[in-house]
């Protein structure tokens, strides 16, 4: 089955500044690449996805990339603010998988003003 | 509109006793997820429907662990004969379905700890 590793664990960054987070999947036929922010107590909430037939996507201050070759897509995020702190999980459905998702180990993002 | 619902949003139960929890999908979306989140960890799979038919399951973790969507909207999962090792938050997540990924929408879960 798939699997999905995930980079950093956590992440701490100055208001102002970018935070990447990166990830790895196995599986050469995943073609659903989603990103959900997560704060504390609450549902986990679609930012920005990315298709296996597109190389990047960008919406605000959010933009994915995705390497098909590499089996790895990352999550940009541009002048961070206080409310970006949360956990981050990058997820990847594969193409046989019923649309089940697997997802990263997320990464704890901490923007300090 | 609305979003998907849980129900109950904290459950306590002691080792042993069975519990159900409810899954109310956005209005219209045939496909219908569970899934198990451990704390500090990432959303694990549990079961899928398409409609009113399970077609995955293999993330359950044991026969204790039962699921339904008897009309095709309204889902519960049920754990029998609670353990522990059960206390996690379950959330179940909603698309609108098909053969080409669409968007999962999530619930805000159900924090179900065993005692």
């Known amino acids: 089955g798939e699997n999905v590793e995930q980079h950093p664990s956590t992440l701490s960054v100055q208001e102002g500044d970018s935070a990447v987070i990166k990830c790895t999947y196995s599986d050469s036929a995943s073609n659903y690449f989603p990103w959900y922010k997560q704060e504390l107590g609450k549902r986990p909430q679609l930012i920005i996805d990315?298709?296996?037939?597109?190389g990047e996507k960008k919406d605000q201050r959010i933009a994915v990339t995705l390497n098909k070759t590499a089996k790895h897509f990352s999550l940009h995020i541009t002048e961070t603010q206080p409310e970006d702190s949360a956990v981050y999980f990058c997820a990847a459905i594969p193409k046989a998988a019923g649309n089940k998702l697997t997802f990263g180990g997320g990464t704890r993002v901490l923007v300090k003003p | 509109g609305a979003g998907v619902s849980q129900s109950p949003r904290y459950k306590v139960a002691k080792r042993g006793q069975d519990v159900a929890l409810r899954c109310d999908p956005i209005s219209g979306h045939v496909s219908l997820f569970w899934y198990q989140q451990a704390l500090g960890q990432g959303p694990e799979f549990l079961t899928y429907f398409q409609n009113e038919a399970q077609l995955d399951k293999s993330g359950l973790p044991s026969d204790r662990f039962f699921a339904e969507r008897p009309e095709g909207s309204v889902s519960t999962l049920k754990i029998q004969r609670t353990q522990q090792e059960d206390s996690a938050v379950y959330l179940c997540?909603?698309?609108?379905?098909?053969?080409?990924?669409?968007?999962?929408?999530f619930g805000p879960g159900t924090r179900l700890t065993v005692t």
């Open positions: 990315i298709r296996s037939n597109v």
């Open positions: 997540a909603s698309s609108l379905g098909g053969t080409v990924p669409y968007e999962q929408y």
